[in-house]
């Protein structure tokens, strides 16, 4: 029996769901058996990429940024995102991609889930500086100007573990703890059922909405610029993330008596605290612009076009008044 407050995991049937393509498109051929199975922690992370897309797109256009440049830059950090994001997740677990009887190209198969988010930070920062490189806007304006949106998308994502019933913390007697159903393959061995667990991916979700709040309003009151918001966010995340992954018992990789992610926090906060450092050092004020110096976007200016010619004027060279208003407005005559 479960605390009366406990937090219920949704049903398993909620992780997803088929898209019929055979049924609606048989007419042209498709097979009627075929079908795409859609799954809800993609959705969230769909939601979370569009967000973070639009609001730094706005973001940017209010510092002197094209509209809708924010676009080139989410395809470059999101393809190299999701490349950082599972080549991380098997670098900190590959026990589970070598071995005897383990697939070679199961590294490959990201749809069998397996994705961290420190990768695809690491990932995504790579894909903003090559867009950075094409596009011409400062690699530090992008940053500055995702952070509220990578946050929110962040928590959207969380939000997808939950629909997953994955990556909850250790057993709590706490009102709000996570109800895990025995059959759970991450179900502790030896727990009896009804036990609960920490929602490490609620406690995730709502720090990352409070970050949201602070670090927005440390932006507009000491005009963070130059790197320093992103530098607000690693050191503001990895204390999140510092505490969430030591009570997490979802398997990770151990070194040094730590849990691989807890090193990622460890170094996230290092480097937070770097970028503040340096770019205070280095840049006290405002960048002048959000592009590198000649570099910058210049709005089309917009066209009049019209077939109307007019003179100052008549055909006998007399002043030209179209009208006794337009005479007196125009001092004509006087």
């Not at 930070?121 to 867009?131: E, F, K, P, S, T």
């Not at 994502?157 to 019933?165: A, D, E, P, T, W």
């Not at 992103?230 to 993330?241: D, E, K, P, Q, S």
Request: aromatic residues 12%.
């Amino acid at each position: 029996m479960f605390a009366p407050l406990s937090i219920p995991s949704p049903p398993i049937s909620w992780q997803g769901f088929a898209i019929p393509l055979g049924t609606w498109l048989h007419f042209i051929g498709v097979p009627t058996t075929y079908v795409i199975n859609v799954k809800t922690y993609a959705l969230c992370l769909l939601a979370g990429m569009i967000v973070a897309t639009v609001w730094t797109s706005k973001r940017l256009t209010k510092r002197g940024g094209e509209p809708g440049i924010g676009l080139d830059f989410a395809l470059a950090a999101i393809v190299v995102g999701i490349v950082g994001a599972r080549a991380y997740h098997v670098l900190t677990h590959l026990n589970d991609y070598i071995g005897h009887g383990v697939n070679p190209w199961s590294f490959l198969f990201i749809w069998e889930g397996g994705i961290a988010i420190f990768g695809s930070i690491i990932g995504g920062a790579i894909g903003i500086l090559i867009a950075s490189r094409l596009t011409g806007l400062r690699f530090w304006s992008f940053a500055d100007a995702l952070i509220p949106g990578l946050l929110l998308a962040q928590a959207l994502g969380r939000f997808g573990n939950y629909f997953n019933h994955e990556l909850y913390g250790q057993p709590t007697t706490l009102p709000w703890g996570l109800e895990i159903e025995k059959s759970n393959a991450a179900f502790p061995v030896g727990l009896p059922a009804g036990t609960l667990f920490h929602p490490t991916f609620l406690y995730e979700m709502l720090w990352n909405l409070l970050g949201i709040a602070i670090i927005l309003l440390l932006e507009r009151q000491y005009r963070l610029r130059w790197g320093k918001t992103a530098g607000l966010y690693f050191v503001w995340y990895g204390i999140g993330r510092l505490w969430f992954e030591s009570i997490r018992i979802d398997p990770s990789d151990i070194i040094y008596g730590l849990r691989s992610n807890v090193w990622g926090a460890i170094i996230a906060i290092i480097v937070g605290f770097a970028i503040l450092i340096v770019q205070t050092r280095r840049h006290p004020g405002i960048e002048p612009s959000v592009y590198r110096p000649g570099r910058e976007w210049v709005p089309t200016a917009s066209k009049v076009d019209s077939d109307e010619t007019y003179s100052d004027t008549d055909d006998a060279g007399n002043d030209a008044v179209d009208s006794p208003e337009i005479a007196a407005t125009s001092g004509a005559g006087v």
